[in-house]
């Protein structure tokens, strides 16, 4: 069974976040930042990466998705500082 991954990306100013799921973290990233990775992401500058979480199977991969999408900004803002404390934008981490 293929492995998925929940990331959370923003914009310049932090000011905004977006969480989603994929099995294939590269290039989902690369689509946000380069192509159209969604209306959502293309409207509002959203696309350096300050978070992802592998898990085992997608269907885990998605229900951790739909729970921190529902979490309030503070509780993501914490999960955030638990792996990227300076709130970097991590795509160099994946990409290299």
């Given at each position: 069974m293929k492995s998925g991954w929940i990331y959370i990306l923003s914009n310049k100013r932090r000011t905004v976040f977006y969480t989603g799921v994929?099995?294939?973290?590269?290039?989902?990233?690369?689509?946000?930042?380069?192509?159209?990775?969604?209306?959502?992401?293309?409207?509002?500058?959203?696309?350096e990466l300050l978070y992802y979480e592998e898990f085992p199977t997608m269907y885990e991969a998605i229900s951790a998705e739909?729970?921190?999408?529902?979490?309030?900004?503070?509780?993501?803002?914490?999960?955030?500082?638990?792996?990227?404390?300076?709130?970097?934008?991590l795509w160099n981490d994946i990409y290299c």
């Open positions: 994929t099995s294939d973290l590269q290039q989902r990233i690369y689509q946000h930042k380069f192509e159209n990775g969604s209306k959502f992401t293309k409207k509002y500058n959203v696309h739909k729970k921190v999408k529902k979490w309030k900004r503070e509780w993501k803002i914490d999960l955030i500082k638990s792996i990227n404390p300076e709130f970097d934008d």
